[in-house]
């Protein structure tokens, strides 16, 4: 059980262009689920906090209109990076916690920007 | 003062000896402590949860939470080369936000 997925699992876009992620709990629902990105040998870096129905809690320094964030139903939240530029490029992982404290993560998205 | 920290390593372990990872907090309503591995180029598979003080043990890893040290570490008894990965710890507090520490790299060698 607590089987997250994301898709897609690798993007590679211009600049400029917008790239839209799926983060999907299997097979519990999330309450909540968590946006990180993680640059190579670096901490994850927590980006956002979402409720299902709600509008996502950002953390200090990351743009909400830069990086929307839409958790429509218990079971998928969706992250797009708008107007995406080279340094965007990153690891992107989404997490969910059902009703315990546990934190369950997808398998992450690379996304490159040319 | 980082609110988790860990020593960056690297940890470099022979196979089949005992690997000890450490863990500080500084916020003392912490409630809930999570470890994590990470492999290279992976997301994070959570590997022990423990919430109370004392030991937790799962297979071949023990969790240690002492609170009124605000410490927790993880054992990994006969390390084997598979478990050559970066180990986070995870704090919870009571607002359930995570913080995580910024992980251990281990190398097992066989």
């Known amino acids: 059980g607590a089987v997250v997925s994301q898709h897609p699992s690798r993007v590679i876009c211009k600049s400029g262009t917008s790239v839209k992620i799926e983060c999907r709990s299997l097979d519990f629902q999330a309450t909540t689920m968590f946006w990180y990105r993680q640059f190579p040998k670096k901490s994850l870096m927590l980006m956002a906090t979402s409720n299902e129905g709600s509008k996502a809690t950002y953390e200090q320094g990351v743009e909400k209109d830069k990086f929307l964030i839409n958790h429509a139903s218990l079971t998928l939240s969706t992250l797009t990076v708008t107007s995406a530029h080279p340094e965007d490029s990153s690891f992107y992982i989404c997490?969910?916690?059902?009703?315990?404290?546990?934190?369950?993560f997808g398998p992450g998205t690379r996304l490159t920007v040319l | 003062q980082k609110e988790v920290e860990q020593n960056s390593g690297p940890l470099s372990v022979p196979e089949g000896a005992i690997a000890s990872l450490n863990c500080t907090y500084s916020?003392?309503?912490?409630?809930?402590f999570f470890w994590y591995r990470q492999y290279s180029g992976k997301s994070p598979e959570l590997i022990m949860s423990i919430y109370s003080n004392g030991d937790k043990e799962d297979g071949r890893f023990t969790a240690q939470l002492n609170k009124a040290s605000q410490y927790v570490s993880l054992l990994i008894r006969d390390s084997q080369p598979s478990d050559s990965a970066t180990y986070l710890c995870?704090?919870?507090?009571?607002?359930?936000?995570?913080?995580f520490g910024d992980g251990t790299t281990l190398t097992v060698k066989p």
């Open positions: 916020d003392r309503v912490s409630q809930s």
């Open positions: 995870a704090v919870n507090t009571n607002a359930g936000k995570s913080t």
């Open positions: 997490s969910a916690r059902e009703s315990g404290a546990e934190q369950f």
